[in-house]
């Protein structure tokens, strides 16, 4: 390692003086420091990030279930301080560390104090709970994801409304952890986040040692790793189940060629049929054109196909919301409130850049447009 370098991390997480043991192997270090960078990275693109840092999102959202499954098998076959039963979840034990603050007592623990014990366990709890509730919201919503088989909007919904409670939640714990890790610091004159770092703490003065188990380093990589195998393997074995409720893949070639010729032909399944009953009544005055289609069959075809195919037939959330309509202007996408509410963020410039070519063409920044899922990861406004 460059002299700066050592010198940079020293200054970051200086040395406890004196003898020092080692408390934190490098796995629960590496697990530590990577989920608080899965965990920041969800968070921003969650609560800030909008629809286009979706995927960024879900990529967050993967590495956590896998990191926490990897620290599992450490917890239950690794050594020292790393192993659960070194800091069993125990109210009693608890309620004793409350009693030695609340007295001025200060009994020294190298690994998690019980406290501290619950929260890990609490944190890893409600982040699985995120996680899940993330997937299947993700399921109802956009029909993606291992549940998109199993999970209709309604139920998509619900579950979303529950999603963002339990971030929140972790917001607090989180809060709630950082200030535990500053109190004992203090009270104990230890540096604990530098500890977190380089994994040594202090040898004076001593401290219970870690129940005397062997590590079985190998069994806690083969059990974790093969923890996320079973996983990996679950989850594609459910993202394989037939989807419904989805809108038409692609669009009718005589309605595409026929509707496409002033605009991007919209996906059938942006209006409800009544307001394609109705717009196809009169093509005459269609927005202060003329577009009706001449032939009486073709005018057929392509209503039916628009009715067959329109927003009650789908289950997507674009679907659900394309059935509510401003009533001062119920034939027009753009003027829907889900519509406004989910591009009132982008300024009235961009939509007039000639390569936009304005709001109702959808195609110049939705790439999956013509398929009418209009997936957050195919986002893309040009420049
Ligand atoms: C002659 C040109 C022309 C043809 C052909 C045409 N349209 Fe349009 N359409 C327009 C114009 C102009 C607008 C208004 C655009 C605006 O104000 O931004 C419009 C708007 C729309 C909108 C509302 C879009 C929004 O901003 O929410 C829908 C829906 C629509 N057309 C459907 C159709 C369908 C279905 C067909 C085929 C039967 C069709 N159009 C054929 C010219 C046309
Ligand atoms: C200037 C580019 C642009 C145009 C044109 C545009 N959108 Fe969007 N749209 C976006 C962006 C950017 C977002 C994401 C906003 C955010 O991050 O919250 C978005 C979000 C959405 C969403 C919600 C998120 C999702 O992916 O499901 C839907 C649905 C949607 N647009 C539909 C439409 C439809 C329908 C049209 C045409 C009538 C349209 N958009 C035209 C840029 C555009």
Not at 346 to 357: C, D, N, T, Y
């Amino acid at each position: 390692m460059p002299p700066f370098l050592r010198n940079l991390i020293d200054r970051i997480a200086p040395m406890p003086r004196g003898d020092s043991v080692r408390v934190w192997p490098w796995t629960v270090r590496a697990f530590h420091w990577s989920l608080v960078l899965a965990v920041g990275v969800a968070a921003v693109t969650g609560f800030v990030g909008g629809m286009s840092a979706l995927t960024l999102h879900l990529v967050a959202g993967i590495a956590i279930p896998v990191l926490i499954l990897l620290r599992i098998g450490v917890g239950l076959f690794g050594g020292g301080y790393a192993r659960f039963d070194s800091f069993p979840p125990s109210k009693h034990a608890a309620l004793e560390h409350l009693e030695d603050i609340r007295g001025g007592r200060h009994e020294r623990h190298l690994g998690h104090n019980p406290l501290g014990a619950l929260m890990v366990y609490a944190m890893m709890a409600v982040l699985l709970l995120i996680v899940l509730t993330g997937t299947a919201a993700l399921a109802g919503m956009f029909k993606q994801g291992p549940f998109r088989g199993f999970i209709g909007f309604n139920a998509g919904w619900l579950i979303y409304g529950l999603h963002q409670p339990l971030a929140w939640l972790l917001v607090m714990m989180v809060a709630a952890h950082l200030w535990g890790v500053w109190f004992e610091g203090t009270r104990g004159h230890e540096n604990l986040v530098a500890a977190m770092i380089h994994g040594r703490k202090a040898a004076e003065p001593p401290a219970p040692p870690p129940p005397a188990r062997r590590a079985h380093p190998l069994l806690a990589a083969a059990s974790g790793i093969g923890a996320v195998a079973v996983a990996t393997l679950l989850v594609y074995r459910a993202s394989t189940a037939p989807v419904g409720g989805l809108p038409p893949a692609k669009l009718d070639p005589a309605y595409a060629e026929q509707c496409g010729a002033c605009h991007t032909p919209y996906s059938p399944v942006l209006a409800p049929a009544a307001v394609w009953r109705q717009l196809m009544g009169d093509l005459r005055h269609h927005f202060g054109e003329d577009a009706s289609l001449g032939d009486p069959r073709l005018h057929q075809r392509i209503l039916d196909y628009l009715v067959a195919n329109s927003a009650e037939h789908s289950d997507t959330l674009l679907s659900h919301r394309m059935m509510q309509r401003n009533p001062a202007d119920p034939m027009r996408i753009t003027a829907t409130r889900f519509w406004r509410f989910m591009h009132g963020g982008i300024p009235a410039r961009v939509f007039a850049r000639k390569k936009v070519g304005g709001r109702g063409n959808c195609s110049a920044c939705h790439q999956d447009a013509r398929s009418g899922r209009f997936l957050p990861e195919n986002i893309h406004i040009p420049d």
